[in-house]
């Protein structure tokens, strides 16, 4: 599966951004999809996931109750709604697949986007 990732940009604290990625090659809802980020200087963490059917969602507790991880199946997307975004959500965000079970999927997925830069400025 190829992963094309978009939607970052440059928002002040407070404010919100959407971020999608888009999925072609193989058959997207068979995939778990998540979210990452990496800030300067620090190491690639987990921010949200979500499963194949879309029902079941996990996150972060550094972005629980501002982030939400949603997919849209049928436009083999999966997108990352940011609101009350902080300076420290500042990084590079990668969306990743695999159709590992959902543990392991989010741990150490095998499929990468190319990432997207999202600035928060105080």
């Known amino acids: 599966v190829q992963l094309q990732a978009s939607g970052g940009g440059l928002v002040h604290s407070g404010g919100s951004l959407r971020l999608s990625c888009a999925a072609s090659?193989?058959?997207?809802?068979?995939?778990?999809m998540g979210w990452f980020r990496q800030a300067p200087g620090k190491e690639r963490e987990f921010v949200a996931g979500?499963?194949?059917?879309?029902?079941?969602?996990y996150y972060a507790n550094s972005v629980k109750g501002r982030f939400t991880i949603s997919r849209d199946n049928a436009k083999n997307t999966v997108y990352l709604q940011m609101n009350s975004l902080k300076p420290e959500d500042t990084a590079v965000y990668y969306c990743?697949?695999?159709?590992?079970?959902?543990?392991?999927?989010?741990?150490?997925?095998?499929?990468w986007g190319q990432g997207t830069l999202v600035t928060v400025s105080s």
């Open positions: 090659g193989s058959t997207f809802s068979s995939y778990n």
């Open positions: 990743a697949a695999d159709k590992l079970p959902a543990g392991a999927a989010f741990r150490t997925p095998g499929y």
């Open positions: 979500i499963r194949r059917g879309g029902g079941t969602t």
